[in-house]
């Protein structure tokens, strides 16, 4: 990428009088980390902790302003007068470090979760957001009331809570935009119909807002394009907004894009690293065309300051959000503006620490970042740690660990370890450092992995850890005696084996390392080549190259016993994905198990009637199954007279992916002596009271 000057992201704006000290924003977006609808002390530090990392302007979650779209007891809500005092608590502390705060008010409409309330969702027709989801109830005359009074409502409390904006949703097909689309409005009274009636709901909620707030700055979210027939396209946006600013003093336009649908529409909205950096940057710069001197702030996949500089410089956009990256490294542009942007721990784009945790009602976290969301507990844990340490052994010199593996696990253990004070040495078998995810990311599409371990590498190489490269390491190397004695602590991180089950005068078999090494490396297209691919796991590893080889003309059968197609991929990255394999023409085969071969035919047997099929013309066989812990030398070590303390983190201890990988990684590293205590700590403080 050419190199572009960053400075003016570092210029101070103002939004209709409130002055932010430069242009970068932490836009909204959920952590799951509310107790009975209201912030705790989780979003107090989450929030200030960015904004101690130099961020102009943050943006809260979206705060539901009526029960019927709270959905669980962990979104933020402004239900009553009794929510303002911990909304505050937020604004404070964010303010205390030098940044603003505005709040983002929304009603989720049909998409309302209510499994948790057993509330009905409500939106302006019947139609569910996805197949399968719960039918909504139809909004009468009275809910409509009821909602707009709610938004009002919200608005004043937030002014008490001496919040310094208001950014009203109007966009990812909540309910605002449900009523301003006609792929989700289908009413005939006078909220439906024409453009104006349809508009008629979103001139009430700000009309009631201002009337809340009146002394706060008023922005509004929208989706640019829904991306759904029949939906909403920019025309139809750039419409919408040119009339709500006749009738309000908007103070910016926040353009994002997507519909919450269940198709490829969903998964433009958390964007991940398939889709390549800002897709969706030319929505920004519609608008400010548009309107020139309306302030537009963009999102979407802006990974790095330097790549978000670029829409400043073209004067598509006058601020610009970047939400995963402060999940990764909340001190994004205090390392930039200190001349230590070479320290910064980039986004993957992976979906899977944020978006995937979300799916499963968890608080998110970060693959890069395990510390999200939990900073104070990480900080007093290790100051814990420390001074028990310091009481039990009075320790004049740091202790020898020795790291074995150079995967994420081992990578982030070395790392957390040499922060922590001790002298580290990692060994990898090898001849390079990375492990599985290296591999992974030479598969196009993926490349945003290879991140992970290269910076890893990268600071620990700045820090003179000593790495070696291409020397296994048995048991008896680090036993009384041995080549490796004297090590104070012995960190296993040795991955996983593949486990490749052959089919006897059937096929070659690979294994997926041995896919992305041949099948997938860069070469002669597969075109004339039909290769199955068998899918146990339901996860990135068999997707991804079922895409490559796909891409490379291969006609690709894939085959799991799986009722559903790869259920451990985020919902967001699934539709995405399931869009390419579509139009790549990949033949799916759920419920599925291969029970023999011959020649060039494969047999399938149906897991729950027992019919068989022949697939026939096949070439080649990739065996994506349950892989094996590799825990071979924490096996021969754990309980030996005269071995040093083992620690076993990552796929050797189990196969899962690089979120706990680097998670477990920096816990052994960090808590040498406490990691069991460490671990009951911190998971005892997952859901914190309210502030």
Known sequence: MESTDISRLFTPFSLSGVELRNRVVVPAHTT?????????RRHVDYHAERARGGVGL????AVRVHPTSA???????CFDDGCVPAYAAVTEAVHAHGARIFAQLMHAGRQANGDATRTAAWAPTEVPWSSGAAVPHVMGPSDIAVVVDAFGAAARRMAEARFDGIEVHLGHGHLIQQFLSPFTNRRTDRYGGSPENRLRLAREVLAAVTRGAPALPLGIRVSADEFVPGGLGPDDVLAIVAALRADHALAYVHVSHSAYHGSHSLATQMADMSFGHAPFRHHAALFKREFPTLPVLAVCRLDSLAESAVLLRDGHADLVGLARPHIADPHLVRKTREGRAHEIRSCLACNQGCVGRLESDLPISCVVNPEVGAEREWAATRAAGADRADRATRRAAPRRVLVVGGGPAGLEAALSAHRAGHLVTLAEAGERLGGQLAKAATVPGRE???????ELIRDLTAAGVTLVTGERITAPDVLPGGRHDGFDAVLVATGSLQRRRELPGGPRV??????VGELAAPGPAQDGSVVLVRDDVGGWPAASLTERLARRGATVHLVTPLAGLFPRITTYSRLGLLQRLSELDVKVHLMRAVVGASGDRVTLRDTLAGDTEDLTGVTAVVDAGLPAADDRL???LDGVPGAPPVHVVG???SPRTALEAVYEGRMAGTFLDSTVAAARTLAATADPPPA
């Open 32 to 40: 799951n980390f509310g107790h009975a609808n209201r912030p705790t």
């Open 58 to 61: 943050i943006v809260t979650e």
């Open 71 to 77: 959905g669980r007891h962990i979104s933020l809500g």
């Open 448 to 454: 945003r992995l290879g991140l992970l371990t290269d």
């Open 510 to 515: 690979f294994d997926l390392a041995e896919a």
């Open 634 to 636: 924490y096996r021969a």
């Open 651 to 653: 796929d050797a201890n």
